[in-house]
């Protein structure tokens, strides 16, 4: 079985303990300081290993100690300041876990080892003058790691969520005992042993749909076999109007005939529609097997496969029938994105918008540099906006309030797709529903003048329409917006934006025209 690690590094008084500590807290795995384990292992204080043996017995029983740790542990690991200075331990490290590497202001470091218990050899005597020589030697060897944090200006708790964010690593809780989140590229070829980590069972019933399993079934199922599963793939139709009851027992059909025991696990290869049907056959099958998701699209990486919600549509309206049934796992690969028809990835980017108008000012900034700039730099757009959400369904597992956010765009863009007869695109109908509501949020006083254009502006410049199209039948929207299921006693229950970054929801509207009404000036 494979082991994960983390590890956190960098200089001395850069925060590497106490944040790494936290960061495994919040992971929920096992925390490991290296200077505690030499020591326990000496059984001598780390000053009294220098006088005795000097640094190089030091960097001797550092390395030894680091092997103890990599051999029987899993879980976040903090280095010494040098520990990684030997080729071989970083090429150990970097073989088997992601390391992080924290700066900080010099002023900032000063302050923290002035004030901090324990001497540190190495900067005997002139402390300032010492730590200036150690970093200005140390820091191309800092500066060559790729994934690097300025814990400057951060509380513990924030430097610990931003560590999360770099490295694409989550473990979101509120739901049962919680699953992990991984932002992985090549994840779908690691898929056996991510579930072997977890010691997930088989038989495997992988679910994919007629796009995405010709590009990457063969490899999940080369993965899952190669760690010692049995694997049967279920293919079905792709696109939202699949998404119904009669596919699900399609799909549980397929688990009787893939023989899945209750111990068994249901993998979900593609979009949010597999992922919705997936899970919901797996929450209902046997009266619930595990699932893990392995999202193929940015809508479904950054929204669909996070938070447990599964189901499938109604002739009526989109998502009438579904359960709570979190998954073990959510194994997301950026390299899938490369195969992603362009109006799927725009599609994608208005929900990524939409979670920076929630609760992320920069992510928002970022898709404001236009579609050149987004496509760009996908694997940080699907990073924060995971992080938006897991955030968000941490706060609010069962969506009994703050969760509600999330619908942000969704009552009318539902009713948009419903409307148009699935011609208009998920994402294109939220892009649309976002700036009606935002239009709604300005005329009630809730929002400044402007921030409806400012949003419009974001999701023009990522090719998403803004304007409700001409023509479409207004019986049928308003029908689709009544059935929304926020509803509470018969009436409709918004989200509406305040500025970027921040929101309200459960604000009443007793018309639905309310949110039609640009379309009406238009007439």
């Not at 795995?29 to 030499?38: G, R």
């Not at 694997?231 to 696109?239: E, L, M, Q, R, S």
């Not at 689709?480 to 989200?495: E, H, M, S, T, Y």
């Amino acid at each position: 079985m494979k082991r994960e690690f983390l590890f956190i590094y960098g200089p001395p008084g850069s925060g590497k303990s106490t944040i790494g500590r936290r960061l495994a807290q919040q992971l929920g795995t096992a925390f490991f300081d290296l200077d505690e384990v030499i020591v326990a292992q000496a059984e001598m204080s780390i000053p009294e290993i220098f006088e005795i043996e000097g640094e190089g017995g030091f960097r001797q029983r550092e390395s030894a100690a680091l092997s103890s740790v990599l051999n029987d542990h899993s879980g976040v690991v903090a280095l010494g300041g040098g520990a990684l200075l030997r080729a071989e331990n970083r090429q150990r490290v970097e073989d088997v876990g992601k390391v992080l590497c924290l700066e900080t202001d010099f002023e900032a470091i000063v302050h923290r080892l002035e004030t901090a218990a324990g001497a540190r050899p190495l900067l005997n005597g002139d402390t300032r003058a010492r730590l200036r020589q150690l970093l200005d030697a140390r820091r191309p060897h800092y500066h060559s790691f790729s994934h690097r944090l300025d814990t400057t200006n951060l509380t513990v708790e924030d430097a610990a969520w931003q560590a999360q964010i770099k490295l694409g690593y989550f473990h979101v809780k509120g739901m049962g005992v919680g699953y992990d989140v991984r932002v992985q590229e090549g994840g779908i070829d690691a898929l056996g042993e991510a579930l072997r980590t977890r010691q997930l069972g088989g038989p495997i019933a992988l679910v994919s749909d007629y796009n995405v399993a010709p590009l990457y079934a063969d490899r999940a199922e080369a993965a899952l076999r190669q760690a010692g599963y049995e694997v049967t793939t279920a293919a079905i139709p792709a696109g939202e109007m699949q998404k119904t009851p009669a596919t699900v027992l399609d799909l549980w059909r397929a688990f009787v005939d893939a023989r899945l025991e209750r111990s068994s696990t249901v993998v979900a290869l593609g979009g949010g529609v597999v992922g919705d049907l997936a899970g919901f056959a797996a929450a209902t099958f046997l009266r619930g097997v595990p699932w893990v998701v392995v999202p193929t699209s940015l809508l479904a990486m950054v929204d669909a496969s996070l938070g447990g919600k599964t189901g499938a549509d109604l002739p009526e309206g989109k998502n009438l029938i579904g359960a709570f049934h979190p998954p073990s796992l959510v194994l997301a690969d950026p390299q899938t994105l490369q195969t992603l028809p362009e109006a799927e990835l725009r599609n994608g980017l208005a929900e990524v918008v939409k979670h920076g108008v929630l609760l992320d000012a920069e992510l928002f900034a970022l898709c404001r540099q236009g579609w050149d700039a987004a496509r760009g730099d996908l694997d940080e757009i699907v990073r924060r906006g995971m992080a938006v959400k897991i955030r968000i369904i941490q706060e609010d597992p069962y969506e009994r309030g703050k969760r509600a956010a999330l619908n942000f765009g969704h009552t009318l863009g539902h009713a948009l797709e419903l409307a148009s007869d699935y011609r208009i695109r998920h994402g294109e109908a939220v892009a649309i529903g976002m700036v009606q509501a935002a239009r709604l949020a300005e005329r009630r006083g809730l929002a400044d003048p402007g921030l409806a254009e400012e949003i419009a502006g974001a999701l023009r410049g990522l090719g998403l329409p803004v304007e409700i199209p001409a023509g479409l039948d207004e019986q049928r929207v308003l029908a689709g917006i009544g059935v929304d299921k926020k509803r509470k006693a018969g009436k409709l229950r918004l989200v509406l934006p305040t500025r970027i970054g921040e929101v309200r929801w459960g604000v009443e509207i007793d018309d639905p025209v309310e949110l039609l009404f640009e379309a009406h000036k238009r007439q």
